[in-house]
Nanobody, 123 residues
Framework: QVQLVESGGGWAEPGKSLRLSCTTS????????MGWFRQAPGKEREGVSCIEGSDGRAYIGDSVRGRFTTSRDNAKNTVYLQLNNLKPEDTGVYYC????????????????WGQGTQVTVSS
């Protein structure tokens, strides 16, 4: 049974950091590209990052580049999203997903994802 479980969300003040984790099971993590997207109330879903399964090449969305990074630990079946210098507009539910391909898609589209973890940035 395929599972993707996000954790690490919470409340943070602007300028602070959070690290999100996505623990997976039911499939071989290093075969697949993994990524994150977020959903804020009243806004469209936004792709945040993607990291490829073949060589670990990572891509970061324009709106968060320079502040967010992504990594993976295949031995731990876990993918991470490091959120630095948080801004109020980063508030939303963050989902971990996969497109069931080795490489990332152009628009960070994913076919399967977890239940999400809430990130709230405010003072």
């Amino acid at each position: 049974q395929v599972q993707l479980v996000e954790s690490g969300g919470g409340w943070a003040e602007p300028g602070k950091s959070l690290r999100l984790s996505c623990t997976t099971s039911g499939f071989t993590l290093d075969h697949y590209a993994m990524g994150w997207f977020r959903q804020a109330p009243g806004k469209e879903r936004e792709g945040v990052s993607c990291i490829e399964g073949s060589d670990g090449r990572a891509y970061i969305g324009d709106s968060v580049r320079g502040r967010f990074t992504t990594s993976r630990d295949n031995a731990k079946n876990t993918v991470y999203l490091q959120l630095n210098n948080l801004k109020p507009e980063d508030t939303g539910v963050y989902y971990c997903g996969t497109n069931w391909a080795t490489i990332c898609g152009v628009d960070f589209e994913f076919d399967s994802w977890g239940q999400g973890t809430q990130v709230t940035v405010s003072s």
